[in-house]
Structures are given as structure tokens and as C-alpha cells.
């Protein structure tokens, strides 16, 4: 469980931003970043990939000092 917390948890929020921010910049008429921060469905992208990159990452390294507490 600590190699998932400490190596697999970080990488996968980084792939989770990744994935948010490409559907973000990707639309129906090719790659356009610029239009994650218009508004609509792109930002809409944007903010989920960063809440849900944040909320892996917070809760991997909450249920890490956990762990650590608990095996003392």
C-alpha cells in the first residue's frame, strides 16, 4: 500500500489532470487551448481536472500519514 500512496496515487492525479486538460483543449474543430478559459464545457474540463488531480492527491498523502501513524 505505501508504494501506491507514495508513487502510483501522484502519478495517476498527474494522468487524471492530463486527461481533463487534452479534453479541455480538444474540441470539434481541432487543438485549441485557448478556449479552456472562454467558458462552457472546456472550462468546465479544466476545473474538474484540477479538483479531481487535487482531491487524489490530498487524500493519497492524508491516507499516507495515516498509515505511518498507525503502523508506530
Do not use: H, Q
Request: charged share 15%; glycine share 8%; net charge positive.
Amino acid at each position: 500500500m505505501k508504494i501506491y500512496l507514495n508513487v502510483i496515487n501522484p502519478i495517476l492525479a498527474v494522468v487524471v489532470l492530463l486527461l481533463c486538460l487534452w479534453a479541455a483543449a480538444n474540441g470539434d474543430n481541432g487543438f485549441r487551448p485557448a478556449e479552456a478559459l472562454k467558458g462552457g464545457i472546456p472550462t468546465y474540463f479544466v476545473a474538474k481536472g484540477l479538483f479531481c488531480s487535487s482531491a487524489l492527491f490530498m487524500l493519497g498523502k492524508l491516507l499516507a500519514l495515516l498509515n505511518d501513524k498507525s503502523a508506530k
